[in-house]
């Protein structure tokens, strides 16, 4: 696995002097070298805290970062000193079932605590008297998070598993809470809230994932203005029973989806794989949002840059590719591609360096990638790729070849990862060749057979020596096949929007929700190599005052540890004998809190360098991130197995690769990287 350069740019030793000569650079200092890489190489185990009876489902700091709380199956919650690893506190919470959720509750002196659990209830205690103030029952099923927000001292939400999200006032009533969000008003019945986030910078909005691929962003205020409008708006108007009041209004919610997942969901739901929000939580700045998704990849959103999906959808009548090429488009549809609108002009994008010669250590890089490639250590190649792009953003050849690699490695989500490049290598370079084939390629894997066979077509107009290629008749005849065997109902289904047909379920969604769904953004970046099956609480989390590494738990007992730009896996650390579900990074040190299985909390920091050993660190992190892809695609009979501890090989035929598509025909195209 490739590391980045992140310390290139570091003079420690002028820093300390600046910080010993200027105070004001004490705290700025602290930030910067808050979590860097050599403190990540030389992330281990310090410290195990025993107390716990029972699983520890969350952990929690306070905003010092000198407490740090954790709740458990044994129904009770414990206050560590975590620096002299000893218990401060241990109270029977009061639940009756499996504590889910702890939180302190902000400008309170870290005296009020809040837990959520199976039990359906919520409650609120005063750690130094140690009893319980507060009993919340309004809940119908299991409390999975509770958030709170600096902004709002006595205030804070539950998501629960009856689709609802509640809100607290502790100054207006200890005995009942206001529904905030509805999701049964959505998305019917069956949904179910799983967690929820503020967002650190700016307290009045709030993430919400639950079951399906959509993760939600709020405006709180938006909906507390418009509820309280409507409130008044009723004492002085008549309705009629027609009338219907929304929930929430219009511009106060919005989606953000992994772009592929929508189209996945019927084959995910036939292999009773099941797609669902574990965590959600916004990077220190609150720019980002980052999502661990169940089922699937953990995923970065960006809050600011937003970028559409790139949603293949078919249009009534192909257009020519010198249209496209000039940006004329029908209803934002162009040549069966619906861009972004950084995408649309393809012939006016400078190209700058786009397909001229890399810095020599840049040239480096490309080569060593070109060279795992040709060893077939795909993930390899990737990563190599990915620094280099990192490094030159604009750079069309190493776009298309990582697009390539990805195209061969074929784990979930690699074909979408895989399609995103190549698009952006046309838009850097309209009249690369490979970029263009492998786009096809892609659209056809991605099941989008009809875009797939109009985008060969246009690459034959376009490149008419390679019209009778053997990649390309041989594409060709897969598209055709694919084309022909369609049924009846799958033809019906595609009149509809493509992305979003997997929808028309017996249970109906309502248009405000459809229409949600259809705006929604896609992600900024995605990080491969965990496996996130079997728990529903597991968390993923920014570690570094700058969000500069991402940390996400695993159903195979270890962490993760990803660089955030380069989307590099950097560590792999063994956290627990079964399932890693927490991890909670300290607010200003580069001291890392998890939890799973096991009874205990680790704590975990950059050991010295005299410790030659560390005997937590998995070496072989290509090997453990391909067996974390097979297991995703494991029968789920097999799993409960595998998490009896049964070895299990071979599972359902998948190969080394871990493919989330049975068709391997793409073996044919012989395309390398350039």
């Known amino acids: 696995m490739i590391c980045g350069e992140v310390m290139s740019a570091v003079n420690i030793t002028r820093d300390i002097l600046h910080r010993q000569i200027r105070d004001k650079r004490a705290l700025g200092f602290q930030r910067f070298h808050h979590v860097t890489d050599p403190f990540i190489k030389r992330l281990g185990l310090e410290a195990e805290l025993q107390g716990h009876t029972g699983c520890v489902n969350c952990l929690e700091w306070n905003e010092r970062g000198d407490l740090l709380a954790s709740g458990s199956d044994d129904q009770h919650a414990i206050i560590w000193d975590p620096f002299k690893h000893k218990k401060l506190t241990t109270m029977h919470t009061g639940h009756a079932a499996n504590i889910f959720s702890v939180k302190f509750l902000p400008h309170s002196g870290d005296r009020i605590l809040v837990t959520g659990a199976a039990d359906t209830k919520v409650h609120v205690h005063d750690v130094t008297a140690k009893e319980t103030i507060h009993m919340f029952s309004d809940h119908t099923n299991r409390v999975k998070r509770i958030a709170t927000a600096p902004m709002w001292p006595n205030t804070f939400w539950s998501a629960a598993e009856d689709g609802i999200i509640r809100q607290y006032d502790l100054r207006e009533s200890s005995k009942r809470s206001e529904v905030l969000i509805d999701l049964t008003e959505f998305c019917g019945q069956l949904v179910e809230a799983k967690c929820l986030a503020v967002n650190p910078r700016d307290n009045n909005y709030m993430a919400v994932g639950a079951n399906g691929p959509f993760v939600r962003l709020y405006d709180i205020r938006m909906i507390h203005n418009y509820r309280k409008s409507m409130s008044q708006g009723t004492s002085a108007a008549v309705h009629t029973f027609c009338d219907r009041q929304k929930p929430i209004p219009d511009g106060a919610g919005q989606y953000y989806v992994a772009g592929h997942l929508p189209v996945k969901l019927p084959d995910y739901n036939n292999r009773l794989r099941v797609l669902v929000a574990t965590y959600v939580t916004f990077s220190p700045d609150g720019t980002e949002l980052l999502v661990n998704m169940g089922g699937e990849q953990v995923y970065l959103f960006d809050l600011t840059f937003k970028q559409r999906p790139y949603t293949f959808l078919l249009p009534k009548k192909c257009q020519s590719s010198t249209d496209v090429q000039n940006g004329k488009t029908t209803n934002g549809v162009s040549n069966g591609i619906h861009l972004p609108a950084s995408h649309l002009r393809l012939a006016e994008t400078k190209i700058c360096s786009s397909s001229g010669e890399l810095p020599p250590h840049l040239e480096s890089i490309k080569q060593q990638a070109n060279d795992a490639f040709a060893r077939q250590q795909w993930t390899q190649a990737i990563q190599l790729y990915s620094l280099g792009i990192h490094q030159a953003g604009r750079n069309a050849m190493l776009y298309g070849n990582r697009a390539a690699a990805y195209m061969k490695r074929k784990w979930d989500g690699d074909h979408y990862d895989a399609l995103r490049d190549c698009l952006k290598a046309l838009t850097l370079n309209p009249g690369h060749l490979k970029a263009h084939f492998r786009l096809a390629r892609c659209l056809f894997e991605l099941k989008y057979v009809a875009e797939a066979l109009e985008c060969l077509d246009d690459f034959k107009g376009k490149f008419p020596e390679q019209a009778h290629s053997s990649a390309c008749d041989a594409l060709d005849k897969d598209i055709k096949a694919a084309l022909f065997s369609k049924t ?167 190969g080394p690769d871990g493919s989330d598509d049975e068709d391997n025909s793409e073996g044919q195209v012989q395309c390398r990287p350039s």
């Open 488 to 654: 009846e109902s799958e033809d019906k289904k595609a009149n509809s929007s493509i992305r979003f047909h997997s929808f028309s379920r017996k249970e109906s969604i309502p248009e405000d929700e459809v229409v949600l769904r259809e705006r929604s953004f896609d992600y900024k970046h995605r990080y491969c190599g965990h496996c996130n099956t079997t728990t529903d609480i597991k968390e993923a989390n920014f570690f570094g005052s700058k969000g500069q590494y991402i940390v996400s738990g695993s159903d195979d007992g270890s962490f993760f540890i990803w660089e955030k730009e380069t989307t590099n896996l950097v560590r792999i650390l063994q956290g627990d004998e079964s399932i890693v579900n927490c991890l909670q990074p300290h607010p200003s040190y580069c001291f890392l809190a998890t939890s799973g299985i096991d009874p205990v909390v680790r704590l975990w920091n950059p050991r010295p360098e005299t410790e030659t050993e560390n005997g937590r660190v998995v070496e072989d992190m290509e090997g453990a991130a391909q067996a974390n892809q097979r297991r995703m695609n494991a029968d789920p009979l097999e799993v409960m197995l595998l998490n009896m501890g049964y070895r299990i090989t071979g599972l359902r035929g998948v």
